[in-house]
């Protein structure tokens, strides 16, 4: 079971970006998806979560209005696009999958190796 999260990349401030995760392994339409992020020297936090059929989404308030949680069951990935990006959005973006959808790490049991995003000013 792996999670393969990428998409990230250099951007400077007010711009976009989509990352994905893709999931192999066996099937995750049934699983809850999030996506977290740890910038340097801090606690990694939550950014958006998506439960399994996509009817339900979840955001930090840090990222409402600007940024989007998706997902295609059928390609087994989710989508995060993150637009009006700032600086402090900086981080290397992780996604994971669970049974539940929830706003803090420990429930989920799956875990991508994360991908970096740099937003210059």
């Known amino acids: 079971v792996q999670l393969q999260a990428s998409g990230g990349g250099l951007v400077q401030a007010g711009g976009s970006l989509r990352l994905s995760c893709a999931a192999s392994?066996?099937?995750?339409?049934?699983?809850?998806m999030g996506w977290f992020r740890q910038a340097p020297g801090k606690e990694r936090e939550f950014v958006a979560a998506i439960n399994w059929s996509g009817s339900n989404t979840y955001y930090a308030d840090s990222v409402k209005g600007r940024f989007t949680i998706s997902r295609d069951n059928a390609k087994n990935t989710v989508y995060l696009q993150m637009n009006v990006l700032k600086p402090e959005d900086t981080a290397v973006y992780y996604c994971?999958?669970?049974?539940?959808?929830?706003?803090?790490?420990?429930?989920?049991?799956?875990w991508g190796q994360g991908t970096l995003v740099t937003v210059s000013s």
């Open positions: 392994g066996r099937a995750f339409s049934r699983d809850a």
């Open positions: 994971a999958a669970g049974p539940v959808v929830h706003t803090v790490a420990y429930p989920y049991d799956y």
